[in-house]
């Protein structure tokens, strides 16, 4: 049952980079194709000499990676207060954090008007120092708009040294067939009388548990798998697994089976830090946080142990590294409000 565990986990991070179904009508261009994730509100082309990158979990391709060729979309949700305030003011928030976190970081020019296809975005372009080397510079050009409640940035990438008319043909190519589409996952909202406020349930109504998500997040109701994502690329997600533990163990004694099976299975597997202690459903409870690589991509996961009726069941939150700390303040409510039937 242990490495049944396993399979789910590792199903879960493979689950990220699947084809989309955005393609309506089929009408891809010639000499390109779609490197798009599974519910993206866009459409990515990218010639065919480019080599697909959707096994970092983002939707994106490149053309060589020493010479920084590449070039990615992606989606995040906005308030409503965001979005009220414009692009241009998402956009210079975005220009603020970048010069104070990326070495060597340069604004190339003013922040313009751009169309790509129906649609009006603000056009961004930087350099920057790749790694912190200043003999590796990188440009990068992107693409900001609002769609519906979210904001969809098209990324273009090249190394400074490497810029020509032959790359800039390409760069045109893919920002001139890139196009916003509605969004196809299945997105369930379902509430019951314990409900929280501005949260629904993202587990099946038979289970012995209720997982409760906030409202953001996209939720589809398997009997099977509680599977919940935050509505971003890279979807940061939230899953719930029940087993039966082949010996009689406490949640220690669970997650140290299951930490035999990472270290044989898991690409990258690192155990960070003491598990911390909490209450979960009524019920003792241990939150341990590790890393592991999937393709090129690290990811982190805190995965929260627990025990009940002789049943171990385990609450995962798993995000790409870099996105892990924007989405802890919901994963506390999630397991603040996990409870049993």
């Known amino acids: ?27 891809i261009p010639d000499g390109m194709y779609s490197v798009t994730l599974e519910g993206e509100p866009f459409i990515l082309y990218v010639p065919e000499q480019w080599s697909d990158n959707r096994d970092s979990g983002i939707s994106s391709a ?31 928030m975005v220009e603020a954090r970048n010069s104070e976190i990326l070495s060597g970081y340069k604004k190339s020019a003013e922040i313009s008007d751009a169309s790509l296809g129906d649609a009006d975005y603000k056009k961004y372009e930087y350099t920057y120092n790749y790694n912190g080397n200043s003999d590796d510079n990188v440009t990068v050009t992107q693409y900001y708009t ?12 090249i190394g ?14 893919i920002k001139n067939n890139f196009k916003l589409c509605e969004k196809n996952a299945v997105n369930d909202d379902v509430t019951d009388k314990s409900t929280p406020d501005n949260m629904k349930n993202a587990s099946d109504k038979d289970l012995q548990y209720a997982c409760y998500v ?20 890279g979807k940061p997600n939230v899953t719930v697994t029940c087993v039966s533990p082949d010996n ?6 669970y997650f140290d089976l299951c930490e035999m099976e990472y270290k044989k299975s898991v690409a990258g597997y690192e155990l960070l830090g003491d598990p911390t202690e909490r209450n979960v459903g009524g019920r003792n409870a241990l939150s341990y946080e590790y890393k592991a690589v999937y393709g ?3 990811y982190k996961i805190m995965q929260t142990v627990l025990i009940y009726n002789s049943l171990a069941y385990s609450i995962t939150y798993t995000a790409r590294a870099d996105a892990y700390d924007a989405h802890l303040e919901d994963v506390e409510a999630i397991l603040n409000n996990f409870r049993f039937r």
């Open 248 to 253: 009689d163990v406490d949640a220690k004694g």
């Open 296 to 298: 090129e991509t690290e």
């Open 146 to 157: 609002f769609y519906g409640e979210d904001v969809i940035v098209l990324s273009l990438y």
């Open 1 to 27: 049952m242990i490495k049944r565990a396993i399979a789910i986990f590792l199903c879960v991070i493979i689950l990220l980079p699947t084809l989309a179904a955005c393609d309506k009508n089929g009408d």
């Open 214 to 233: 906030p409202k953001e997040w996209v939720t589809s109701l398997n009997d099977k798998l509680t599977y919940a994502y935050y509505p971003e690329s």
């Open 160 to 173: 400074t040294e490497h810029i020509s008319e032959l790359h800039n043909e390409s760069f045109d190519k």
């Open 62 to 92: 490149y053309y060589s990676i020493d010479k920084h060729i590449h070039a990615g979309a992606r989606y995040f949700y906005c308030d409503e207060e965001t979005r009220e305030a414009g692009v241009l003011a998402y956009v210079e």
